[in-house]
């Protein structure tokens, strides 16, 4: 179903909320899901089988990820989310009723996370491309913004809920309260009225590879998004690893302890929620590109002091300034890739701007782990800074990304 979208604030819009509500009871249902699955894990076998489970869903989404880009511009964004989301609520039932009636092992766990890594695959690139067709392009940017603050509520909440579920009736509830919260964005996805766009059916001409090579060469050819891959991949390289790897092992070593990573994991939050609502009530930033370069080379500075303040306090405060800095230029970015892209091929450009974040740097952790051992903390938060220094000093040296301007809008 197509319709002309009436013109308005992105944060006033029917068809942008319905979108923001199916986004936040998946990312509910993705928190509550991975939570429940780590618990069942662990308490199936041992640690490292646990942790291998855990790791099994990174597998297909990252060797599946650019053809699920190919899958949402070749099916549309709205049918591949909501085909995902049903899979997911329908596996997640399916589950909480094998552990009511049984004790699957650990072989049925690892499946239903090689289920739910295949689907993240195509999941993630669809969202990415629905954008376009539920808001005006000058509102794309507060459309972002209202994507990070639902993300970053996803993060908060979906942990503390998937806990009270495991206390209250154990693991099979806490899959039952992910599968409602998947069932929950469907009928919003399905109330969902998408913009025509122009040129729609490009790329539905050939096969999937060719399709793929054509966003490739798409990407390759464009002057500010080629260039801003390698922006988006060499800042995951250098954020992903410290923060989901070297923190664990620098709150070991300051004594700050389990409760010292939750403060500064809730400061980074509150940063990046920050950023996310300062461009949500903006709806734009002036000089985007150099925004972005900037606030990126800055963010960097906090990532490598990181490394070196004493006390837990402290730690929050600068992962605070992480976060919102981070946020920020990932915001900027985020939205820079709506406006300029095609909606033709939003598809398969999202795909690659996820894979450095979510199949690339992950690939690292052991690499991260092992200079961890070697050398500690220190050096390593002072490489990781430097590889997002690099990132946002590229962006600011290449002319086109520079002077990238996200529209104005009606307000500014």
Do not use: F, I, K, W
């Given at each position: 179903m197509t319709a002309v979208i009436e013109a308005r604030p992105a944060h006033r819009s029917p068809q942008v909320l319905r979108w923001l509500g199916a986004y936040t009871a998946s990312t509910l249902g993705d928190s509550v899901f991975y939570l429940a699955l780590s618990w069942s894990a662990v308490t199936s076998g041992t640690p490292a089988q646990a942790g291998l489970v855990m790791a099994v869903a990174a597998v297909p989404r990252a060797l599946l990820l650019l053809f699920g880009g190919v899958i949402a511009d070749r099916l549309g964004p709205r049918r591949v989310v909501i085909v995902s989301d049903t899979v997911r609520c329908l596996v997640t039932f399916g589950l909480a009723a094998a552990l009511l009636?049984?004790?699957?092992?650990l072989w049925a766990l690892a499946a239903v996370a090689l289920v739910f890594g295949a689907v993240d695959a195509v999941f993630l690139p669809a969202v990415g491309a629905l954008p376009p067709r539920i808001a005006e392009r000058d509102q794309l940017a507060r459309v972002q913004g209202m994507r990070g603050l639902s993300y970053r509520t996803g993060a908060i909440?979906?942990?503390?809920?998937?806990?009270?579920?495991?206390?209250?009736?154990?693991?099979?509830?806490?899959f039952g309260v992910a599968g409602v919260l998947f069932a929950?964005?469907?009928?919003?996805?399905?109330?969902?009225?998408?913009?025509?766009?122009?040129q729609e059916?490009?790329?539905r001409d050939g096969t999937a590879l060719h399709d793929l090579a054509d966003g490739l060469r798409y990407l390759r050819g464009h002057p500010v998004l080629g260039p801003l891959m390698i922006v988006v991949l060499l800042s995951d390289l250098g954020f992903v690893g410290p923060l989901n790897v070297g923190l664990a092992v620098l709150a070991e070593q300051r004594g700050w302890g389990a409760a010292g990573i939750g403060w500064v994991l809730a400061g980074f939050g509150v940063g990046a929620g920050g950023a996310s609502l300062f461009l949500t009530v903006r709806g734009r930033i002036g000089r985007t590109g150099v925004v972005m370069g900037g606030t990126m080379v800055l963010g960097a500075v906090a990532i490598g002091a990181l490394?070196?303040?004493?006390?837990?306090?402290a730690a929050?405060?600068?992962?605070?300034c992480v976060g919102l800095l981070a946020g920020l230029s990932?915001?900027?970015?985020?939205?820079?890739?709506?406006?300029?892209?095609?909606?033709?091929?939003l598809g398969r450009v999202s795909a690659v701007a996820s894979l450095g974040s979510l199949g690339i740097a992950p690939l690292g952790y052991p690499v991260t782990g092992a200079a961890l051992g070697a050398w500690g903390p220190g050096p390593v938060f002072a490489v990781s800074a430097a590889v997002c220094a690099l990132s946002?000093?590229?962006?600011?040296?290449?002319?086109?990304?520079r002077r990238a301007e996200l529209p104005k809008t009606p307000e500014s």
């Open positions: 009636l049984a004790a699957p092992g909440l979906g942990a503390p809920l998937g806990g009270l579920a495991v206390a209250l009736g154990g693991t099979a509830s806490a929950l964005s469907l009928p919003l996805l399905a109330a969902l009225r998408l913009r025509p766009l122009p059916d490009r790329a490394a070196h303040v004493p006390h837990t306090a929050v405060l600068v992962a605070l990932g915001a900027l970015c985020n939205a820079l890739v709506q406006t300029e892209c095609d909606p033709a091929y946002g000093v590229y962006g600011l040296a290449v002319r086109a990304v």
